[in-house]
């Protein structure tokens, strides 16, 4: 049974597609428009962790949506405050749960992602098993401007997604990359217009709802671990990143450049 998550800025429904009245599509929706779904790390923990209560039994695919303008503009400024924080290293556990959270769900994953995706939001869409964008979908990875590492197996899945030398200049960067850019990369699987994003995310759905809900979470399981050999060894390298970053770097001087 799916654990509803107990926060303020994550919406939770079911439905099932026009085509198939059988089907139970699980729709995660991030709800802080206001903010551009930027996502306190209590909102990160607590969405991870509804997505991991899920069960291949439970439906035929869950969709991570977002309000508003944007996806989302990734974790919220105010957490990453230097003295907001008692351990730096629970940003990234946050992240990586979630990141891990997506990947091991044993439904197929899909993001519909609108607007901005920026940090955290850009590795929900990296966690995710398909990415579906609207045409004004944009993605970036700033920390690296902030001081603060990334993380979310960002270095070992972003690699084999859209290749080394490409995942090293998004990466260092922080290029904003359109959605064609994003699809010709292989990082979004299909791409919109903003009058079509649903009708196509549901074209997706349609064809999900047909396989076997077995065969999906046999192949995920098979699939994750070569995607991350050694989660925990990368879940310790990147908190222990995070902390040193915070500790003897410069993120206080960036952030507050940044605001």
Known sequence: MVETPADDYIDFSTRSLEAAPDTVIYDVRLSRPEKHNALPTDTITALAESIDSVERDDGDA??????????????????????????????????????????ECPLPVVAR?????????????LGADLVIASEDAIFSVPEADLGIPIV???????????????AREWLFTGAEIDARTALEAGF????????????????VLGALATTSTDAIASLKSHMAPLRIPDAETARRDEQAAMRTAYEDGDVSERLEEFR
């Open 62 to 103: 869950l969709v991570v949506s977002a309000a508003g303008e944007n996806f989302s503009m990734g974790a919220d400024l105010a957490d990453l405050a230097p003295d907001a924080l008692e351990d730096p290293a629970t940003l990234a556990r946050g992240v990586e749960d979630l990141v891990l959270s997506l990947r």
């Open 113 to 125: 992602v609108h607007g901005r995706a920026i940090g955290a939001g850009f590795l929900a869409c």
């Open 152 to 166: 979310g197996f960002a270095a070992t899945l972003l690699p084999r997604t859209v290749g080394e030398h490409r």
């Open 188 to 203: 979004a699987t299909r791409v919109a217009t903003p009058d079509t994003l649903d009708e196509t995310l549901d074209d």
